[in-house]
């Protein structure tokens, strides 16, 4: 454990006063960091780091850093802290698909069927173009064919040549 803590210092040391002082307004070297405390067993940490990201970073940066924060908290933190993270940027911006798919990946990959479904029931529920929205339908059914039966699959099939004929009344 000497020998972890050691490095831990030297690699706080590394960070603190060479990277994040030279290349404070970069990305990825929050981002990296974030994920070298959380490997580290120091989650409370990466969190504190998460506020002292946003304020070094241009406005801009903050929503993919606040992502990478949420995965974060999928993989080495607590889920329903990443969950909440994602749900508060997608209510900021509710058209970025990029971050609906990272989200749904790590639902899925929770193996929690139910929030899954749910979480797709509302990206389907969605106002977006016509091309998003099908990005979203496929999502659905590729996930119904691992997860679901028939009956779920059809209808998710429904669901979308309903969208398609609300689409054709408009």
């Known amino acids: 454990s000497g020998i972890n803590?050691?490095?831990?210092q030297e690699l706080d040391e590394v960070y603190s006063s060479v990277l994040l002082k030279k290349h404070k307004r970069s990305r990825k070297v929050w981002c990296s960091y974030c994920t070298v405390l959380a490997s580290q067993d120091r989650i409370q940490e990466a969190r504190e780091l998460l506020a002292k990201a946003l304020k070094s970073l241009p406005k801009h940066k903050h929503i993919r850093t606040i992502s990478h924060f949420a995965q974060t908290e999928y993989k080495m933190g607590d889920p329903n802290r990443g969950s909440t993270m994602f749900e508060n940027i997608l209510n900021s911006y509710p058209h970025r698909l990029d971050l609906w798919s990272v989200y749904l990946d790590k639902t899925i990959a929770l193996n929690d069927t139910h929030q899954s479904r749910l979480l797709?029931?509302?990206?389907?529920?969605?106002?977006?173009?016509?091309?998003?929205?099908?990005?979203?339908?496929?999502?659905?059914?590729?996930?119904?064919?691992?997860?679901?039966?028939?009956?779920?699959?059809d209808t998710i099939r429904i669901k979308a040549q309903e969208y398609l004929n609300h689409k054709d009344d408009e």
Do not use: C, N, T
């Open 5 to 8: 803590a050691e490095y831990g």
């Open 120 to 153: 797709l029931d509302r990206m389907v529920g969605l106002k977006l173009p016509i091309k998003k929205m099908k990005f979203f339908f496929k999502r659905y059914i590729d996930f119904e064919m691992v997860h679901g039966d028939e009956k779920s699959l």
